[in-house]
């Protein structure tokens, strides 16, 4: 589904441009999927939920990020800590 028009505050003013840092490259990230995919065809697991860290420096309120976030990909994982 997607947004509608302004649905999500625009704060691109508030984050510099470049990512500071990511847990993992994206080459690293596309072997955890294929490790994943050969678990599930082995009957070993039939859920997992890898995950990402990016870090990018900003003066935007955290909560209000956590907000769009939320807005934009709702997950049941995601959690603000304050």
């Not at 490790?35 to 082995?42: D, G, S, V």
């Amino acid at each position: 589904p997607m947004l509608s028009a302004g649905s999500v505050k625009a704060y691109d003013h508030l984050f510099d441009t470049s990512l500071k840092a990511s847990s993992m490259t994206s080459e690293r990230y596309k072997k955890a999927v294929l490790q994943a995919k050969e678990h599930i065809l082995a009957g070993d697991i039939f859920q997992i939920v890898l995950s990402q860290r990016f870090e990018r420096r900003t003066f935007a309120d955290p909560f209000e990020v956590y907000r769009a976030l939320r807005m934009v990909n709702p997950s049941p994982y995601m959690t603000y800590l304050q």
